[in-house]
């Protein structure tokens, strides 16, 4: 037989049996290598999860953020950046609960508190913004950005004494800008735009029991004619006890010329309500009662420091007791604040935000009218833009220097719009 047609002997099936014995020691390299192999840094991680967030790259942020839980417990950065991109995924709850594991005495606990407010004022509740935005305040005193956020809702709230308040601490804090010190005048003086009641509508929808915002609906509203029912409407929900429910309702019964449920209401009054006291005072004067009408405006001037009302007609009063002097002196007070605001709003355009020669005369008059922290502001500006103005440097000498921030609010008590 020729050597090529013999059958070849079967080859032996070395492939699978080398391949069985090398998984042994395959198993044992690769466990070696994981375990010589550098864990991933956390550090690392989380800054890699803050970059894919902050360039609106979320998924990537919540990979990084799963792998993180597997690395270690959440940190309150961890926890924090969880929040903030719950809340950036439209997962309100989730955020919450991320926020609320931040405690008080752990680092970034300030931040979740300032975040879980404006979490509440987005959903439209301001009763929790504002109690979030004091938390954080309590905690950090410091907080600049809880301030501002507590300046807008007092200030949409009409509660001049509280936002006042705030934007001293504010001065205290940081330098104010031309914007910030233009902001703080406009309160003292003027509402907000018309359509701001449609906002206020808004929260009292979110949060029937915010009664801030219902008495600002009214403010806004009271004098307003056509919206009577909307007035009516909104001081519903709130208890016949109520002093500054009351006074809405008083004012509402004058406005539509019923002067005897004005009078009733008036029986069981308090005194002291500034609110109140005005319109007895306004009703004296009708009768002639210049003593009582006396009285009740001197009550009013307690209100608001700004208060430009109360002093006017005070003056009237006391001009018809013959008692000029008292009347040229709180004359002499509308004056100093009228001229704050003839001034103030000679300056609103953006040109004039570093001229010297505007801004002098705003600091001058703020300080005529005891304004000291706002001519404070204003003469802070003039010296940002002219450093050797000898004026401005003076005044700032002479100014007294400005309380100590804390971290407590004034609570919204009777009369205080």
């Not at 290598?33 to 991933?40: N, T």
């Not at 953020?65 to 690395?71: N, V, Y």
């Not at 500006?381 to 002219?386: D, E, G, K, M, Y």
């Amino acid at each position: 037989m020729p050597l090529a047609d013999r059958e070849s002997p079967p080859r032996p099936r070395l492939v699978p049996v080398v391949a069985l014995a090398l998984l042994p020691i395959l198993g044992v390299a690769l466990t070696g290598y994981r375990l010589l192999r550098p864990a991933p840094d956390p550090d690392r991680l989380w800054a890699q999860s803050e970059r894919a967030f902050l360039s609106g790259h979320h998924a990537e942020a919540r990979k990084g953020l799963d792998r993180l839980r597997h690395l270690r417990q959440p940190t309150p950065r961890d926890l924090m950046l969880e929040a903030q991109l719950a809340l950036a995924e439209d997962h309100p709850r989730a955020g919450r609960d991320a926020l609320a594991r931040i405690a008080d005495d752990q680092p970034l606990a300030a931040q979740a508190r300032l975040l879980e407010g404006r979490l509440s004022r987005q959903e439209k509740r301001l009763r929790d913004a504002e109690a979030s935005f004091l938390h954080a305040l309590r905690i950090d005193p410091r907080q600049v950005e809880a301030r501002k956020e507590l300046v807008y809702i007092y200030g949409i709230q009409l509660r001049r004494n509280e936002v006042d308040a705030q934007f001293r601490a504010l001065a205290a804090l940081t330098p104010l800008t031309h914007h910030d010190l233009f902001a703080w005048a406009l309160t003292h003086y003027t509402t907000w735009r018309p359509e701001i009641a449609d906002e206020l509508q808004g929260y009292i929808d979110a949060d029937p029991s915010d009664r801030a915002s219902r008495l600002a609906l009214c403010e806004y509203l009271i004098d307003q004619p056509g919206r009577e029912g909307q007035v009516e409407k909104a001081v519903q929900g709130l208890p016949a006890d109520d002093p500054d429910a009351l006074a809405v309702r008083i004012a509402l019964a004058l406005n539509k010329g019923d002067l005897d449920r004005a009078l009733a209401l008036l029986v069981n009054a308090p005194e002291d309500h500034p609110r109140i006291a005005r319109m007895r005072g306004q009703l004296a004067m009708k009768r002639r009662d210049v003593d009582t009408a006396i009285r009740c405006f001197t009550t009013a001037l307690t209100a608001e420091p700004y208060d430009r009302i109360s002093p006017m007609e005070l003056a009237q009063a006391c001009r018809l007791k013959a008692d000029e002097a008292a009347a040229t002196r709180y004359l002499d007070r509308v004056r100093r604040l009228n001229d704050v605001f003839g001034l103030v709003m000679k300056i609103r355009s953006p040109e004039q935000v570093s001229r010297p020669a505007d801004l002098l005369p705003v600091a001058r008059a703020c300080e005529a009218a005891g304004l000291t922290d706002e001519a404070r502001g204003w003469y802070s500006l003039v010296i940002a833009a002219s450093p050797l103005d000898s004026e401005a440097q003076q005044a700032l000498a002479r100014l007294p220097r400005p309380a100590p921030v804390s971290g407590s609010a004034a609570p919204l008590t009777s009369g205080s719009r």
